[in-house]
């Protein structure tokens, strides 16, 4: 399995839940990517969290990129030099990436450059809210468990700290999204996480 996030915390808010259920009930391997480490403080939240969520796993690895937050687009070509390196170096099940719709700059490059690098993949693009107000219709939904919810926003709120200044950056926005998600699906705990998938193909061989 393979998770992309432009920044720190990206992959935490668009699918943490989801790893903590994957990696909780199955032990999958992991390759967790950040593109955005060039802020020092940024890149040692990004690696203590992952630790977090793959809770020490041997059967993952954190890979931290050097890239400047909202600057990615200007350096397009190194970034795609970076995914496809990756491509070669990994064949996941799995690829999480951000929505192709989403309104940050960063976001959207590491969208195009995951479908680019990974055309034979299975690829769930996740969410991250903002007060650009770019939420849409995700039609693929993982209920999560009290737990899995629990420990997400638990583990957001205490990783990132250069973020909670910010007006977004809260644990009852972080539980409202995943409220919303678990109406739509009727998720019996009361939470779940949403998924965007644009190509998906079903062997019924």
Same mark, same amino acid.
């Given at each position: ?17 989801? =790893? ?11 390759? #967790? ?75 959207? =490059?590491?969208?195009?450059?995951? #479908? ?5 993949? =299975? ?7 903002? #007060? ?35 007006? #977004? ?24 996480e949403a998924f965007y998938s644009r190509k998906l193909t079903?062997?019924?061989?």
């Amino acid at each position: 399995m393979l998770a992309f996030g432009a920044h720190a915390d990206d992959i935490e808010i668009g699918c943490g839940g989801t =790893l903590l259920t994957l990696m909780g009930s199955r032990g999958v391997e992991v390759t #967790w990517v950040v593109f955005g480490g060039a802020e020092e403080e940024r890149a040692r939240e990004a690696r203590a969290s992952a630790d977090a969520f793959l809770a020490g796993s041997a059967r993952a690895q954190v890979v931290i990129g050097e890239f400047r937050d909202a600057y990615m687009p200007s350096a397009g070509a190194p970034i795609k030099e970076f995914v496809e390196g990756l491509a070669d170096a990994c064949d996941p099940d799995l690829i999480f990436t951000h929505q192709r719709n989403d309104l940050h700059q960063d976001h959207r =490059l590491i969208c195009e450059l995951t #479908w680019n690098a990974f055309r034979d993949h =299975l690829i769930l693009e996740y969410e991250v809210p903002k #007060w650009d107000g770019d939420m849409g219709a995700p039609g693929l939904f993982v209920p999560l468990s009290a737990a899995a919810a629990r420990t997400k926003v638990e583990l957001l709120m205490a990783h990132f700290g250069s973020q909670r200044s910010k007006d #977004w950056f809260s644990a009852e926005l972080f539980e409202g999204l995943m409220r919303i998600r678990a109406m739509e699906c009727r998720a019996p705990d009361g939470a779940a996480e949403a998924f965007y998938s644009r190509k998906l193909t079903l062997d019924l061989n």
